[in-house]
């Protein structure tokens, strides 16, 4: 399957969580330490913004620029829409994209990267709200395989400076190995 449409997918499960935030949800705590879900938030807007950008254009300048104004929501919706926008040139999948300075890659690899992304701050989100996270299992499996390629050193990835050391699993189910890759605990709290 294209990974531009699991990706379609995956943002609308996270598009449903983040559509319930309220202004008094954003001081949460995150599974991502030492961020707040309006950290959380602020930084998925970047993220989306950016990789808009860099899918269409082939790179960013930018991958620090989000902001939530007023409407948290709003600027979250806008910024996926800047992402569905370049997923529908097809031009894309015979593009280079340069991701932040983990490099350039192929198109796929540039949209998996983003669709593992939308995967493990959608469960961060969810956790964050304490709702359930229902991604489907096409979706999870996707972003399991993408993660599996990802070094388990620890050097490698303080290197990266994006994911921290990966976790025992506690549930062998495709979500929590997934999560244990990039560093997360199932039972964070």
């Not at 939530?68 to 031009?91: I, K, P, T």
């Not at 961060?124 to 990802?150: C, H, K, M, N, T």
Request: proline share 5%; aromatic share 8%.
């Amino acid at each position: 399957m294209d990974v531009r449409d699991l990706d379609r997918r995956a943002l609308t499960v996270l598009d449903k969580l983040v559509s319930t935030v309220t202004p008094a949800d954003l001081d949460r705590p995150t599974p991502c330490e030492g961020w707040t879900l309006a950290d959380l938030l602020r930084h998925q807007v970047s993220e989306n913004r950016a990789f808009g950008v860099a899918l269409r254009e082939g790179s960013a300048p930018d991958w620090d620029s989000g902001d939530l104004g007023e409407d948290a929501y709003r600027a979250y919706a806008d910024s996926v829409e800047r992402v569905l926008a370049a997923y529908e040139d097809d031009g894309l999948l015979r593009r280079e994209v340069t991701v932040r300075e983990f490099g350039t890659f192929p198109s796929a690899v540039a949209a998996s990267m983003h669709l593992g992304d939308t995967v493990a701050h959608g469960w961060d989100i969810a956790e964050s709200l304490g709702l359930p996270y229902a991604q489907d299992a096409d979706i999870v499996r996707a972003a399991l395989a993408f993660a599996e390629r990802i070094p388990a050193d620890p050097e490698s990835r303080a290197e990266r400076g994006a994911f921290k050391p990966v976790v025992p699993v506690r549930q062998a189910s495709d979500l929590n190995r997934f999560i244990a890759l990039l560093g997360r605990s199932s039972d964070w709290r």
